[in-house]
């Protein structure tokens, strides 16, 4: 089995989606069951109703799973895995405050060392422990060996005990932080293969080391993905980057299949450039994304965007642009040579239906053509009613076109009128209020 795992405390972003679309496609070529995983143990940071947003945000992308649950619900049967390593005196209460943690942090950063637990309460005995009424944290004792594990894309990792420390599994609330209820629940769910972000590689010896001491001997299967950069700024991508957030660029119009699409040719090998998700399924291999971080290019995500724009049919783009008419879905493809998003394009079609009062220097030549329009008969043929409009208005040149152009696409540019009348001519009513 394979988990996605992500934490209800912010706008899922891209590295997230990688991640969760790296699991689905791996998932499928396996046959092995998805499950979407809600980390939300760290209820201080969690944020109402985001769990339900990274679910609705997998479904606009297609990726099936077998099933959600929150880390949440299973708090008791991780205090019950936290008693149990105390009673065989792999783990202990530990009882230094806040304040001395701190004090011996900022002695570790004043000696140039990496801050430690000291081992303190390690050594209490239980009758001291049962007599002391202070709030406690649990934490693990830390291995007596190395820790190793084999990376699929990174390779060969040891962490000494030193590494890995004797680190807290239960803060003083009881509730299980991240690498403890991370670890347990990859047991309980007999988790396979892990796919996530290269930021996670130093919490791994710790979930390992959790599982050895509980006696779970199975080798679990990491790939930790490089970063992703921001290809202007060469820096990793973060919540201040717009295009960060998935739910910004949905919003934007960019389409989930061409995100998806950028998201696995980002730094990657790919036998084409334009792909959907469940072509890449046939040919995708997770050996063969890069080591190194990969570059998020807002430009190149439009290009793909257009091509996703250009493969739909014109139905279904009508309904994504909010109407039910496949001319609309033909014109909205017609201005993909200036447009690149969904949102982009919508704006360009709302001009032509939005109300024109007059035309910038072509005053008297709008107010003509306006009653002309209104009193002309359909015309299946944009030279016909050219010809009509002519013959009426008496108008000709730049005196006819500026103006005709601005009634009926509400802008002095963009493609030719003769290439939009076709697919507007049966609205002309509702331009030309």
Same mark, same amino acid.
């Given at each position: 089995m394979l988990r996605f795992a992500p934490s209800p405390t912010g706008d899922m972003h891209i590295g997230n989606l990688r991640v969760a679309i790296f699991n689905y496609i791996v998932s499928k070529q396996i046959n092995e069951d998805l499950v979407i995983r809600i980390e939300d143990t760290d209820t201080e940071r969690n944020i109402e109703g985001k769990d339900k947003e990274i679910l609705e945000i997998l479904n606009l992308f297609s990726i099936e799973y077998k099933n959600v649950v929150h880390q949440s619900d299973s708090l008791k049967y991780h205090q019950k895995i936290a008693l149990q390593l105390m009673t065989q005196k792999k783990a202990f209460?530990?009882?230094?405050?806040?304040?001395?943690?701190?004090?011996?942090?900022e002695e570790s950063i004043k000696n140039g060392k990496p801050f430690r637990y000291d081992g303190f309460c390690e050594t209490?005995?239980?009758?001291?422990?049962? !007599?002391?009424?202070?709030?406690?944290? +649990?934490?693990?004792?830390?291995?007596?060996? !190395?820790i190793k594990f084999t990376d699929l894309l990174k390779g060969d990792f040891d962490y000494a005990p030193f590494d890995v420390d004797s680190f807290i599994i239960l803060r003083q609330d009881k509730t299980p932080t991240y690498n403890y209820a991370c670890a347990v629940d990859d047991m309980i769910m007999d988790i396979s293969i892990v796919i996530r972000g290269e930021d996670h590689v130093s919490n791994t010896p710790k979930q390992i080391h959790i599982r050895e001491s509980l006696?779970?001997?199975?080798?679990?299967?990491?790939?930790?993905?490089?970063?992703?950069l921001n290809a202007q700024t060469g820096k990793k991508m973060s919540k201040r980057d717009d295009a960060s957030s998935v739910k910004w660029l949905i919003e934007e119009g960019f389409l989930p299949s061409a995100i998806a699409n950028y998201l696995v040719l980002m730094g990657n090998k790919t036998p084409t450039e334009i792909f959907t998700l469940e072509e890449a399924i046939e040919w995708f291999k997770i050996e063969n994304v890069s080591k190194s971080s990969a570059k998020f290019d807002i430009d190149k995500l439009k290009f793909i965007n257009r091509?996703?724009?250009?493969?739909?049919?014109e139905m279904r783009l009508s309904k994504i642009l909010g109407f039910a008419d496949a001319d609309l879905g033909k014109l909205g493809k017609l201005y993909l040579e200036e447009a690149s998003t969904i949102k982009e394009i919508k704006e360009k079609i709302d001009l032509i239906f939005a109300a024109k009062t007059t035309c910038e220097g072509f005053e008297e030549e709008f107010i003509k053509l306006q009653e002309c329009l209104k009193n002309a008969p359909f015309f299946d043929d944009y030279e016909e009613l050219k010809t009509y409009i002519t013959e009426k208005t008496s108008l000709k040149g730049k005196n006819?076109?500026?103006?005709?152009?601005?009634?009926?696409?509400?802008?002095?540019?963009?493609?030719?009128?003769?290439? +939009?009348?076709?697919?507007?001519?049966?609205?002309?009513?509702?331009?030309i209020k």
């Amino acid at each position: 089995m394979l988990r996605f795992a992500p934490s209800p405390t912010g706008d899922m972003h891209i590295g997230n989606l990688r991640v969760a679309i790296f699991n689905y496609i791996v998932s499928k070529q396996i046959n092995e069951d998805l499950v979407i995983r809600i980390e939300d143990t760290d209820t201080e940071r969690n944020i109402e109703g985001k769990d339900k947003e990274i679910l609705e945000i997998l479904n606009l992308f297609s990726i099936e799973y077998k099933n959600v649950v929150h880390q949440s619900d299973s708090l008791k049967y991780h205090q019950k895995i936290a008693l149990q390593l105390m009673t065989q005196k792999k783990a202990f209460a530990c009882f230094c405050s806040d304040e001395k943690l701190d004090e011996l942090r900022e002695e570790s950063i004043k000696n140039g060392k990496p801050f430690r637990y000291d081992g303190f309460c390690e050594t209490l005995s239980d009758e001291l422990v049962l !007599n002391t009424n202070a709030p406690f944290t +649990v934490r693990i004792k830390k291995p007596e060996h !190395n820790i190793k594990f084999t990376d699929l894309l990174k390779g060969d990792f040891d962490y000494a005990p030193f590494d890995v420390d004797s680190f807290i599994i239960l803060r003083q609330d009881k509730t299980p932080t991240y690498n403890y209820a991370c670890a347990v629940d990859d047991m309980i769910m007999d988790i396979s293969i892990v796919i996530r972000g290269e930021d996670h590689v130093s919490n791994t010896p710790k979930q390992i080391h959790i599982r050895e001491s509980l006696g779970y001997d199975k080798e679990i299967k990491y790939v930790h993905l490089p970063i992703i950069l921001n290809a202007q700024t060469g820096k990793k991508m973060s919540k201040r980057d717009d295009a960060s957030s998935v739910k910004w660029l949905i919003e934007e119009g960019f389409l989930p299949s061409a995100i998806a699409n950028y998201l696995v040719l980002m730094g990657n090998k790919t036998p084409t450039e334009i792909f959907t998700l469940e072509e890449a399924i046939e040919w995708f291999k997770i050996e063969n994304v890069s080591k190194s971080s990969a570059k998020f290019d807002i430009d190149k995500l439009k290009f793909i965007n257009r091509k996703h724009i250009e493969m739909l049919d014109e139905m279904r783009l009508s309904k994504i642009l909010g109407f039910a008419d496949a001319d609309l879905g033909k014109l909205g493809k017609l201005y993909l040579e200036e447009a690149s998003t969904i949102k982009e394009i919508k704006e360009k079609i709302d001009l032509i239906f939005a109300a024109k009062t007059t035309c910038e220097g072509f005053e008297e030549e709008f107010i003509k053509l306006q009653e002309c329009l209104k009193n002309a008969p359909f015309f299946d043929d944009y030279e016909e009613l050219k010809t009509y409009i002519t013959e009426k208005t008496s108008l000709k040149g730049k005196n006819l076109f500026k103006p005709l152009r601005y009634i009926l696409t509400g802008r002095d540019n963009g493609p030719n009128i003769s290439d +939009v009348y076709p697919f507007i001519k049966n609205y002309i009513g509702e331009i030309i209020k």
